[in-house]
Nanobody, 126 residues
Framework: QVQLVESGGGLVQAGGSLRLSCAASGRGFSSYAMGWFRQAPGKDREFVAAISPSGGSTYYADSVKGRFTISRDNAKNTVYLQMNSLKPEDTAVYSC???????????????????WGQGTQVTVSS
């Protein structure tokens, strides 16, 4: 069992930056791939980024590639999402998720993930 708690969301102007954190408790954090997803009002949840259990491999949605960076610190049981050059269309609730199976072809799929946090709101004003 893994519990996930996100933090770091807030209101920022377009072009600004935010760093989201996802703290995990429970056993085996370093064995899970981790992902970030987001959901805007009236839209489906969408994949943002993922990272392998060791942190050696990262994956990004095209919409955030070059602007967002996912990282993790297994000693601190925490995964991060550094978001730069934010745009109004990045406004959403951002959630982290833990994936035991780490099937790379399925990392963009919400059903691949076993545990989810409650989410943190990110609002980007124009």
């Amino acid at each position: 069992q893994v519990q996930l708690v996100e933090s770091g969301g807030g209101l920022v102007q377009a072009g600004g930056s935010l760093r989201l954190s996802c703290a995990a408790s429970g056993r085996g954090f370093s064995s899970y791939a981790m992902g970030w997803f987001r959901q805007a009002p009236g839209k489906d949840r969408e994949f943002v980024a993922a990272i392998s259990p060791s942190g050696g491999s990262t994956y990004y949605a095209d919409s955030v590639k070059g602007r967002f960076t996912i990282s993790r610190d297994n000693a601190k049981n925490t995964v991060y999402l550094q978001m730069n050059s934010l745009k109004p269309e990045d406004t959403a609730v951002y959630s982290c998720a833990a994936d035991w199976s780490y099937r790379t072809s399925r990392l963009i799929i919400t059903e691949e993930y076993d545990y989810w946090g409650q989410g943190t709101q990110v609002t980007v004003s124009s």
